[in-house]
């Protein structure tokens, strides 16, 4: 941060120290040096008889600054902005970025524009760093500011990341691997692709590209072409092919918009599913639009204290004229809310989560939804920091609840015992979904875990499934639905790191129906930061 020279009159609106926005948000003084140089000649030379006191003129006069800006609002207008530093990136995407800058009438709204701008502007993930200074304006227009961005450029356009990630409770291991080739033509392009392969579960190749404006267009653009497989036979007695476009229309803060447009085919190289799976199976096409709502007022993601979040979720099918499209409307939503309790760093946080599917169309009331749109309850994952939807239920193992089907019987005349063992049954999911749970965190007395950010907790959580498709509607009621619900609950210690939160938790199952999946016992959780 440089030494200001000594303050030269200035006219009433325009400010006397045009700062500097940089990486850290620091603010430099650029001085005024056409209207000082007289002074300054006596000013080094008293700086050199005494080298304390340039330090004390320059916090004298940094204070006046901030008081200034902090009692009364400076009138100032950008009349220029300078762009340095960009040889391969197109000016016009760092300029779309910096229109809030020309919309400002006080020095207040400029620096906080400025920070915006710098903000955005690393979010493009194309440049190393970058610098915006406030500069004043020519001399003959009084009140007014340049601003000069400088920025550098990425040295190294080609990035990636490859890590090998594991699930202890469901003994799997995945490994995952991603490039990045970064603003190849210039215009804050990122071309990425991207491979996944988890043990006895999924394997997935996915390539795309992300623009930040395209066009007129002022929202990102995101297109994505991928190939999922993912393995449901222990599970549901069905495998899961998909290859599918999608396209990101509108992705800000709150709001994100998708269309998606699927080839589907379910199979069963078992030869051994229920006769409710075996009515899905086959090929489909998946034409659809999804709208997401999110907003997170939490003051944390990993251990909520105070705030509130809450997520909606709307996907609607068979945006298309073909007869084996799937139709359907599948509306979700995820409600949390934490408070503190003022003692132990205890807090509690409480939460609501809820989803509805049904097919449209001719005779809709006596087809069944499809299968992978249905909602699945259990797993690993915490409800605490997911918006996912109906999703977790602790102590339950993944599609650990819900209505299920009798799978096939194979008859083998030379192995009698085997004939004769129970065939197992299908989890067919729900049409009809609702979670709640209720967890109570707090400090560990051991100042070591404290300082670590390892916590303890104790939750109560349930949640039920169930059927309305095929004229089952007919047959559901409020108080049967909420007389079957499943409930546990339990205690664990949560060791958050910087990439997500791990939760060992003993779990005690309350109340499960005859074919659940549910135990009592230790459960690992999970859950991503982001």
Same mark, same amino acid.
């Given at each position: 941060?440089?030494?200001?020279?000594?303050?030269?009159?200035?006219?009433?609106?325009?400010?006397? #120290?045009?700062?500097?926005?940089?990486?850290?948000?620091?603010?430099?003084?650029?001085?005024?040096?056409?209207?000082?140089?007289?002074?300054?000649?006596?000013?080094?030379?008293?700086?050199?008889?005494?080298?304390?006191?340039?330090?004390?003129?320059?916090?004298?006069k940094l204070e006046r600054m901030f008081r200034r800006l902090s009692a009364?609002?400076?009138?100032?207008?950008?009349?220029?902005?300078?762009?340095?530093?960009?040889?391969?990136?197109?000016?016009?995407?760092?300029?779309?970025?910096?229109?809030?800058?020309?919309?400002?009438?006080?020095?207040?709204?400029?620096?906080?524009?400025?920070?915006? +701008? =710098?903000?955005?502007?690393?979010?493009?993930?194309?440049? !190393?760093?970058?610098?915006?200074? $406030?500069?004043?304006?020519?001399?003959?227009?009084?009140?007014?500011?340049?601003?000069?961005?400088?920025?550098?450029?990425?040295?190294?356009?080609?990035?990636?990341? $490859?890590?090998?990630?594991?699930?202890?409770?469901?003994?799997?291991?995945?490994?995952?691997?991603?490039?990045?080739?970064?603003?190849?033509?210039?215009?804050?392009?990122?071309?990425?692709?991207?491979?996944?392969?988890?043990?006895?579960?999924?394997?997935?190749?996915?390539?795309? $590209?992300?623009?930040?404006?395209?066009?007129?267009?002022?929202?990102?653009?995101?297109?994505?072409?991928?190939?999922?497989?993912? !393995?449901?036979?222990?599970?549901?007695?069905?495998?899961?092919?998909?290859?599918?476009?999608?396209?990101?229309?509108?992705?800000?803060?709150?709001?994100?918009?998708?269309?998606?447009?699927?080839?589907?085919?379910?199979?069963? %190289?078992?030869?051994?599913?229920?006769?409710?799976?075996?009515?899905?199976?086959?090929?489909?096409?998946?034409?659809?639009?999804?709208?997401?709502?999110?907003?997170?007022?939490?003051?944390?993601?990993?251990?909520?204290?105070?705030?509130?979040?809450?997520?909606?979720?709307?996907?609607?099918?068979?945006?298309d004229p073909d007869s084996r499209s799937l139709r359907f409307v599948r509306?979700? #939503?995820?409600?949390?809310?934490?408070?503190?309790?003022? #003692?132990?760093?205890?807090?509690? =946080?409480?939460?609501?989560?809820?989803?509805?599917?049904?097919?449209?169309?001719?005779?809709?009331?006596?087809? %069944?939804?499809?299968?992978?749109?249905?909602?699945?309850?259990?797993?690993?994952?915490?409800?605490?920091?997911?918006?996912?939807?109906?999703?977790? $239920?602790?102590?339950?193992?993944?599609?650990?609840?819900?209505?299920? !089907?009798?799978?096939?019987?194979?008859?083998?005349?030379?192995?009698?015992?085997?004939?004769? +063992?129970?065939?197992?049954?299908?989890?067919?999911?729900?049409?009809?979904?609702?979670?709640?749970?209720?967890?109570?965190?707090?400090?560990?007395?051991?100042?070591?875990?404290?300082?670590?950010?390892?916590?303890?907790?104790?939750?109560?959580?349930?949640? =039920?499934?169930?059927?309305?498709?095929? =004229?089952?509607?007919?047959?559901?009621?409020?108080?049967?639905?909420?007389?079957?619900?499943?409930?546990?609950?339990?205690?664990?210690?949560i060791v958050p790191t910087k990439l997500f939160r791990v939760e060992i938790?003993?779990?005690?199952?309350?109340?499960?129906?005859?074919?659940?999946?549910?135990?009592?016992?230790?459960?690992?959780? #999970?859950?991503?930061?982001?």
């Open positions: 941060m440089g030494i200001p020279k000594e303050e030269a009159p200035t006219s009433k609106n325009q400010p006397s #120290f045009p700062p500097q926005i940089e990486e850290e948000g620091e603010v430099e003084d650029n001085g005024d040096e056409d209207e000082e140089e007289e002074d300054n000649e006596g000013e080094e030379e008293e700086e050199e008889a005494d080298p304390g006191s340039g330090m004390e003129r320059y916090r004298a009364e609002k400076v009138g100032i207008r950008v009349h220029d902005i300078l762009i340095k530093g960009n040889s391969k990136t197109k000016e016009s995407v760092i300029a779309a970025e910096l229109e809030r800058l020309r919309k400002v009438s006080t020095m207040q709204e400029l620096l906080r524009a400025a920070t915006i +701008a =710098n903000a955005r502007l690393h979010s493009l993930e194309i440049f !190393d760093s970058v610098s915006i200074t $406030l500069d004043d304006g020519p001399p003959g227009l009084p009140g007014t500011a340049n601003v000069v961005v400088q920025v550098q450029e990425a040295k190294n356009p080609l990035g990636g990341d $490859l890590g090998i990630f594991s699930k202890p409770e469901a003994r799997s291991w995945s490994a995952e691997g991603c490039l990045k080739l970064k603003n190849l033509l210039g215009y804050g392009d990122i071309w990425d692709g991207s491979a996944s392969y988890g043990w006895d579960q999924t394997a997935e190749l996915s390539a795309g $590209l992300s623009l930040p404006r395209f066009g007129r267009l002022s929202n990102p653009l995101r297109a994505r072409l991928s190939l999922l497989s993912q !393995d449901w036979l222990k599970f549901s007695s069905y495998k899961e092919q998909l290859l599918g476009f999608s396209l990101g229309l509108i992705s800000t803060r709150h709001h994100d918009l998708s269309y998606n447009l699927t080839w589907r085919v379910l199979a069963d %190289p078992s030869h051994a599913s229920s006769k409710s799976i075996r009515r899905q199976l086959g090929h489909s096409l998946l034409s659809s639009v999804k709208y997401v709502y999110k907003i997170d007022k939490r003051d944390s993601q990993l251990r909520p204290k105070r705030g509130y979040a809450f997520m909606s979720a709307s996907h609607i099918g068979g945006l509306q979700e #939503f995820d409600l949390r809310y934490a408070f503190p309790l003022g #003692f132990f760093n205890a807090a509690v =946080n409480l939460g609501i989560s809820g989803g509805v599917v049904l097919p449209w169309g001719k005779g809709f009331a006596n087809l %069944p939804s499809p299968l992978p749109q249905r909602f699945f309850i259990g797993g690993h994952s915490s409800p605490v920091c997911t918006l996912n939807g109906p999703t977790s $239920l602790l102590g339950f193992k993944s599609r650990g609840l819900g209505p299920t !089907d009798v799978r096939r019987v194979s008859i083998d005349p030379s192995n009698k015992e085997e004939s004769d +063992a129970s065939p197992g049954r299908d989890v067919l999911g729900g049409d009809l979904a609702v979670t709640a749970f209720a967890d109570l965190s707090f400090d560990l007395p051991l100042k070591l875990l404290r300082n670590s950010g390892i916590h303890g907790h104790l939750f109560a959580s349930a949640g =039920n499934l169930a059927k309305l498709t095929e =004229n089952e509607f007919q047959n559901f009621s409020l108080r049967k639905f909420g007389e079957s619900f499943r409930s546990s609950v339990g205690g664990g210690i938790n003993y779990c005690y199952i309350l109340r499960q129906l005859e074919y659940d999946s549910g135990k009592t016992g230790i459960q690992f959780n #999970f859950s991503a930061s982001a």
